[in-house]
């Protein structure tokens, strides 16, 4: 499926009615020339889920790279493990964006420094965004008047950051007051931090607060009665906060009056540093006074004073002030994302008291619950089908080879087709008709891979479920039409929508717009989902040779998948989807070196295929979640006897220096204890196979295949033989005039993978297989090209 990834070529002035005011709410801002939602954030504020604003001031003025990109990484994994989504908001090429994929993420971090990144607040986004029209682009991390506004434009309600700006100390000659004060005044966006930095005036910070209608609110964070509001580095600033709360659900709960009664301004809750990194307030007094007395001494002051002062805080307390930054701004991204899932809680709660049940509805958790997948909200009994109401389009399952579960979606193609009058117009107009083909066909990456895999003459069926709606019955009757199984598909009552994706093609057939209603497979009860995957392998049936999961499946309906799977002989794939979704395939609660169970006995999946980028997305959340921390991986990884020397020069031997530079067959190895076999999909570099031999591997005494042995157990390990590293390069890169489509090549080779496994073949022995299928899709118009009917005679 193909994401929203390029821009209009020309920007286009958005209707006034989208942006302004209209009653007692405002509208929030479609995409445009100047702003631009991604598809993960869209889709998770359709569904209503929770998701999180993150600033990136932090990033282009704080940190360092490339430590300002493992922040930003760790940040996100932070909202993810806490059940929200996050919405990192920044400024690219002058296009605001709100969610930002790692190479987003990346391209603004190492942009830090240079002249054309700025820090940019509320005042600076048409400039930026004005500039963009004439050719000059900048970059820019966003303030938390800027995040908070665009946040606000995006319809985020919370918003997780460091410290807030505030009165400076003399600001009553100076006027050196923060714009994330008014902000606050004039935005409905909840913002939580740790308070103000102290070397600003926080009585005059909370008595322009209390002026500009702002209520402040500070977490109790255990203790008993009245508190004071932070100071930043501090957890006591020796001023009383005006209120406090017990715990998030308390803030949610203030959060859903403030949005049900329409106040037009925003929130300020907050959050202690956490106790064991923060610093004295006598101690930090003392330090803020020589750092003060300094800036005055060297005459610095507006927009620089900040920086200096920071700079000095840092020097005068021998860098205790780092750890205590990023302390709190991980613990106020943890306490952000755990209130914005409270108020999806308390908001799916009241729609259903009203009788408006909303499509996605949270579990309620307990304070306990610290760890929940983003996917974990579509469970519960009164807004969903309940099993009974899951009906199978037509016969049980049949005795198949490969079961392929995951998205069945419609595609639309819409291209622009102006008429001969108007032939110098490329892209289609926006706010009115515009004269197009459209064409109509199924897609998803579940049904792609099935599709391929039925192409090849694999038997195949497709696990998925469409609504009861004219888009589903079309959806099923086509897939009747290409000759597959439709006995795996379930048709959900409403409200449950089917699958669709709409694109809108410029007269180049470019991509210029997309729309995405994905999230269908949430809507199965998870009951349902563990009744079908116990039938699918049902020790009574002939089990499938091969189970292939996509990501569009939250993160317990695949592990309930794959668990099912383990108990027979049957070998599991794991296609990522995208780098958001990647990462649902960890179970929801991470090991710890305490476990008693061995979490890695058995893998999680026998063979993925992520490109690079989900490669790199699979193994921070598993560095950020400690798995390579566990005894029992450090067992693994010492069993395939990696000299002492390392791997280096063997890895850029066998692959190339350039693979080996990026980290990507180093990334692989680590998490082979959980997926044994890696097949990364690296475009015109061709596919990376790591695998984790076993004792008895063919592969360690093979003559042909020495080579790429590149390390041996020599302990006696009862199971583990080594490490097996292979590139596989390409037998043709194409020319841009050649490549019709990308939409369905990574799908098709794992269809093409999963073939050759049902028949019993080694994964390296099918590789090269998969690469000529997908290299048929890349040269056609459809995601899965029909030509593979013609590789069909290879098996």
């Known amino acids: 499926m193909r994401l929203l990834s390029t821009a209009l070529n020309r920007p286009q002035l958005h209707s006034l009615r989208a942006g302004l005011v209209c009653g007692a ?20 504020l359709n569904s209503k889920k929770p998701v999180v604003a993150l600033e990136t001031t932090i990033y282009t003025h704080g940190f360092p790279y490339p430590e300002n990109v493992a922040l930003a990484s760790l940040l996100e994994s932070v909202v993810r493990t806490n059940g929200g989504v996050p919405a990192t908001i920044g400024i690219l090429d002058g296009v605001a964006r709100v969610g930002m994929d790692p190479e987003e993420l990346i391209k603004l971090a190492s942009s830090a420094g240079q002249s054309t990144t700025l820090k940019l607040s509320r005042r600076d986004l048409s400039y930026v965004g004005g500039l963009r029209l004439t050719g000059k682009l900048f970059n820019g991390g966003t303030t938390i008047a800027g995040t908070m506004l665009l946040a606000q434009l995006a319809g985020i309600k919370i918003f997780g950051t460091g410290g807030l700006g505030g009165v400076h100390r003399g600001a009553e000659s100076s006027m050196d007051i923060s714009a994330d004060l008014t902000e606050l005044g004039r935005t409905p966006v909840t913002v939580i931090s740790s ?6 005036d926080i009585p005059r910070t909370l008595e322009y607060l209390e002026t500009e209608g702002v209520g402040v609110g500070t977490f109790a964070d255990g203790r008993k009665g009245s508190v004071d509001f932070p100071a930043f580095w501090s957890r006591d600033s ?34 202690p540093v956490p106790t064991e990194f923060a610093i004295p307030k006598e101690e930090m007094d003392i330090v803020i006074a020589e750092a003060l007395r300094q800036a005055d001494a060297s005459s610095i002051s507006g927009k620089d004073n900040t920086p200096f002062v920071l700079n000095k805080i840092k020097e005068l307390t021998k860098g205790k002030s780092i750890p205590a930054n990023r302390a709190l701004i991980e613990s106020n991204v943890k306490r952000a994302s755990i209130v914005a899932r409270e108020l999806a809680i308390l908001e799916a709660k009241q729609e259903e008291a009203q009788g408006r049940t909303s499509y996605f509805s949270p579990v309620l958790s ?44 419609v595609d639309f193609s819409c291209d622009y087709a102006p008429f001969t009058t108007s032939a110098s117009q490329i892209d289609p107009l926006p706010h009115t008709s515009n004269p197009a083909i459209i064409n109509q066909s199924l897609g998803g990456v579940a049904h792609n891979i099935a599709k391929a895999a039925h192409l090849l003459g694999g038997s195949v069926q497709l696990h998925s479920a469409v609504g009861n709606d004219f888009t589903g019955r079309a959806a099923i009757s086509q897939l009747e039409g290409e000759g597959m199984s439709v006995a795996g598909v379930r048709i959900l009552p409403k409200p449950a929508r089917t699958a669709q994706y709409v694109a809108v093609n410029d007269a180049n057939k470019d991509l210029a717009l997309a729309m995405a209603d994905m999230s269908i497979l949430e809507a199965i009860p998870q009951t349902t989902i563990k009744e079908l995957a116990t039938t699918v392998f049902k020790a009574s049936f002939s089990p499938p040779k091969v189970f292939v999961a996509d990501a569009n499946w939250s993160s317990v309906a695949l592990n309930t998948w794959f668990q099912a799977a383990r108990q027979i002989s049957t070998t599991t794939m794991f296609e990522p989807v995208s780098t958001a979704k990647a990462v649902r395939i960890f179970p929801l609660a991470a090991p710890t070196s305490s476990d008693h169970v061995d979490v890695f006995a058995s893998p999680l999946v026998d063979v993925i295929t992520p490109n690079n980028h989900e490669l790199l997305a699979l193994h921070d959340f598993a560095q950020q979640a400690s798995y390579f921390e566990h005894p029992a991986w450090f067992s693994i990884i010492d069993a395939i006897g990696i000299p002492p020397s390392g791997l280096r020069v063997p890895l850029a031997i066998t692959t190339s220096s350039e693979i080996v530079d990026q980290g990507i067959p180093q990334q692989a190895i680590k998490l082979l204890p959980l997926f044994p076999t890696i097949l990364a999909k690296l475009g015109p570099q061709g596919v990376l196979m790591v695998k984790l031999l076993e004792a008895s591997a063919p592969e360690l005494n093979n003559e042909a ?49 999963a073939v050759g496994l049902a028949n019993q073949r080694r994964v390296q022995d099918v590789v090269v297989f998969a690469q000529q299928a997908a290299s048929l899709s890349l040269r056609s118009r459809e995601s899965v090209s029909p030509e593979l009917k013609d590789l069909e005679s290879e098996w």
């Open 25 to 44: 709410a405002r509208r929030h801002l479609t995409n445009n020339g100047f702003f631009r939602v991604s598809e993960e954030v869209r889709e998770a």
């Open 195 to 200: 308070g103000c930095k102290s070397f600003l």
């Open 366 to 409: 307990t304070p306990s619950e610290h760890l929940m997948s983003d996917t974990s909200f579509s469970n519960s009994e009164s807004v969903t089908p309940s099993s009974e109401s899951v009906t199978p389009v037509t016969k049980p399952a049949e005795a198949v080879n490969i079961i392929v579960a995951g998205a069945l979606a």
């Open 238 to 271: 020796g001023v009383k906060s005006p209120t406090t709360i017990a715990d998030e659900a308390e803030a949610a709960a203030i959060i859903y009056a403030q949005n049900a009664l329409q106040i037009q301004s925003g929130l300020h809750f907050a959050n």
């Open 705 to 753: 295949e020495r080579q790429y042995v590149l390390a041996r157990n020599l302990t006696g390990h009862a199971k583990i033989g080594g490490l097996y590293v292979r590139l596989f390069p390409p037998e043709r890169v194409l020319s841009p005039e050649e490549v019709v489509s990308v939409n369905g090549i990574g799908d098709t080779f794992c269809g093409a993978l």
